[in-house]
């Protein structure tokens, strides 16, 4: 094994930290509109950049489509420079061009040891799951306990439940904004584990899961446990009918309870229908014109776009397939959807891609810390990164039940 110096060791360990907790650490301000997280990984790019002796890979895919979509925002925002703040097209175009600089330099298969990255992943998933499961006990209790550091400069506030503020009335959002995007951290990491077969690991992510009431984790924890049954070789058939009967004896058990929180109403084609995180906001389409239809409005623009032609005092939210088409129009939405389709190949083990996909459908992650991250997890646990991994690292995170697991 070669000798690592300790200022390589000191590095990674603030690398891997950084990665691990980027969802977190772009919740707040870094300098001017670059936001901590990324101020941070840039920081620490330039480093690897100079510890290297300028020597750096880069992914030419990812960069090739992020520049396509710049540059569709740019031409849009010229389209729509009388109407538009041109001050906010440019800060929106640099934005993109800093997602893209970070995402080619540390989205890749070979950069980031898998191995080192998962137990940066587990520490960090175990605090939150953990920091959940107290701030539900304490709600119960009469306590409301915040996961925002108030005293660091953000755009959010406690008392906005998009802001952590959720806590207030029982959903737990972690150190998160939202129990949606404490899921949106979990769900890859519950998936790795549990194909790990650390199933100690893998109960504290999906009580966690359960008690953040969070749609996208419970949706998500049930696809990738009833798959994961199904699958395992190593379950008896007899397990997995005993599974399934427990399963539906405890949704018979709690029905009432279900359809009493209205869960069964909010399935309801009628209510997906008029949801802006499903297809609610299909409608905004309405408002489109020929030239709006190809190339969209740009990115974070539908809100001031429906506010001027429709006088509409809307959100710049849709779920992020819809949002990629509202932003970028039918010319732009299509490319970008064809290079998200194309991610399933990266690993022959297809669930940290549904993972992907269900986050994709549920929440708006366009060019935001939470697709850096799930880009980050599909690029890391790829097949090539299993292939590529050094050989002193993969032996030290449990390489015996990693075997055949493909993740």
């Known amino acids: ?84 703040d041109v001050e906010l097209t440019m800060k929106n175009a640099l934005m993109m061009i800093l997602f893209m600089v970070v995402s080619i330099y ?38 409301v306990l915040y996961g925002i550091i108030t005293w660091l400069p953000s755009d959010y506030s406690v008392t906005d439940p998009a802001g952590g ?18 899921a949106i951290y979990i769900l890859p990491v519950y998936t790795l584990s549990l194909f790990k077969r650390k199933f100690g690991l893998s109960l504290l992510f999906l009580m ?57 109403e909010k399935v309801q084609f009628v209510n997906l229908k008029s949801n802006i995180r499903v297809f609610g906001s299909l409608e905004y389409f309405k408002h489109y014109d020929a030239q709006e239809l ?24 849709a779920n992020a397939l819809i949002f990629s088409f509202l932003s970028f129009g039918i010319l732009g939405g299509s490319i970008w959807t064809y290079f998200i389709f194309t991610l399933h190949r990266l690993s022959r083990n297809k669930m940290l891609f549904v993972v992907f996909l269900i986050a994709y459908v549920t929440d708006q992650i366009l060019f935001n810390r939470n697709l850096f991250y799930l880009l980050l997890i599909l690029y890391v646990f790829s097949d090539k990164a299993e292939k590529a991994a050094p050989e002193e690292l993969s032996q030290s995170c449990g390489q015996d039940i990693d075997k055949g697991l493909n993740l």
């Open 106 to 143: 540390y989205v890749r298969d070979n950069v980031v040891n898998k191995d080192r990255f998962y137990k940066f992943l587990c520490v960090i998933g175990v605090v939150c799951s953990l920091f959940t499961i107290i701030q539900y006990v304490l709600y119960l209790r009469g306590t």
């Open 165 to 182: 503020g959720s806590i207030s009335y029982g959903r737990p959002p972690s150190f998160f904004t939202e129990p949606a995007h404490f």
């Open 208 to 264: 966690a899961l359960i008690l953040s009431t969070s749609s996208t984790g419970m949706m998500g924890a049930i696809i990738v446990t009833g798959v994961f049954i199904i699958k395992s070789p190593k379950i008896p058939l007899i397990i997995k009918w005993i599974f399934v009967l427990i399963g539906i004896l405890l949704f018979i058990q709690f029905l009432p309870d279900i359809n009493e929180s209205g869960v069964f």
């Open 294 to 317: 190809l190339f969209g409005v740009g990115l974070n623009r539908l809100s001031e776009y429906l506010m001027l032609t429709a006088s509409r005092n809307v959100t710049n939210y």
């Open 1 to 84: 094994m070669k000798d690592i110096s300790r200022e390589h060791k000191v590095f990674d360990f603030f690398k891997y930290g950084t990665l691990a907790l980027l969802p977190i650490l772009n919740i707040y301000k870094g300098i001017s509109f670059v936001d901590l997280g990324f101020a941070v990984l840039l920081l620490l790019m330039i480093l690897e950049i100079i510890l290297n002796r300028g020597r750096f890979e880069i992914n030419a895919d990812m960069l090739v489509i992020f520049s396509i979509m710049i540059v569709l925002n740019i031409i849009t925002g010229f389209i729509h420079m009388r109407s538009f």
